[in-house]
């Protein structure tokens, strides 16, 4: 497609419940990033890839959070056990530069996965 | 620690009433200034980027400038639907160039 789609825009989970969040960059985008966006507030980064490789996940909440991009392409944010305070959109973008290169901060980011647990 | 500040939080303004928007940054190594604007239920949008004090960049009714400390994000006669939420973001060389966003100023153009 013409942009980056996210999977499924809206996700209500039971606390303690997995969720899984996909992300479809543009094709070709090497870098890919995941934020979590508060309401209210701006977005905080998660992790990214450059290609496959999990190059920084330090912005990962904590341990029931995992992101993977197997193929280069297509990743997914996986939240287990799911809290209250995971309630948040989810937010993936990509970019064609890789990061530590010339940035020109030109990310282009999905819509979003609005998560709310219950 | 770095840091990206925004003000105001949210600023109402008339059809055609221009303003500024102020972002400050305490960042170590800055690469790079990047101006967003996002829609209610919509990711953000890429709007400019600065990299060096006294640079400035124009897109329609909007111009971004840059000092060593701040960036201001000026609406000139600004329309309804100017009305976003403005988001200012860097990348710093000593954090991998990982993009920080501010919380952003919710502006709001009333016909």
């Known amino acids: 497609g013409a942009g980056v789609s996210q999977s499924p825009r809206y996700k209500v989970a039971k606390r303690g419940q997995d969720v899984a969040l996909r992300c479809d960059p543009i094709s070709g985008h090497v870098s890919l990033f995941w934020y979590q966006q508060a309401l209210g507030q701006g977005p905080e980064f998660l992790t990214y890839?450059?290609?496959?490789?999990?190059?920084?996940k330090s912005g990962l909440p904590s341990d029931r959070f995992f992101a993977e991009r197997p193929e280069g392409s297509v990743s997914t944010l996986k939240i287990q056990r799911t809290q209250q305070e995971d309630s948040a959109v989810y937010l993936c973008a990509s970019s064609l530069v890789s990061p530590g290169r010339w940035n020109t901060g030109e990310l282009f980011f999905g819509e979003g996965s609005r998560l709310t647990v219950l | 620690e770095d840091q990206v500040t925004q003000s105001p939080e949210a600023l109402r303004l008339q059809e055609g009433e221009s303003s500024s928007l102020n972002c400050s940054y305490t960042?170590?190594?800055?690469?790079?200034l990047f101006w967003y604007r996002q829609d209610p239920g919509k990711g953000p949008e890429f709007l400019f980027t600065?990299?060096?004090a006294g640079e400035e960049k124009e897109k329609e009714r909007l111009k971004a400038t840059l000092t060593k400390k701040e960036s201001f994000l000026h609406i000139t006669a600004p329309k309804p639907e100017d009305s976003a939420t403005y988001l200012c973001?860097?990348?710093?060389?000593?954090?991998?160039?990982?993009?920080?966003f501010g919380k952003g100023t919710r502006l709001h153009i009333l016909p």
């Open positions: 600065l990299y060096s």
């Open positions: 973001a860097v990348a710093c060389a000593n954090r991998d160039d990982k993009i920080i």
């Open positions: 890839f450059q290609n496959e490789a999990q190059l920084d």
């Open positions: 960042v170590s190594g800055l690469r790079g």
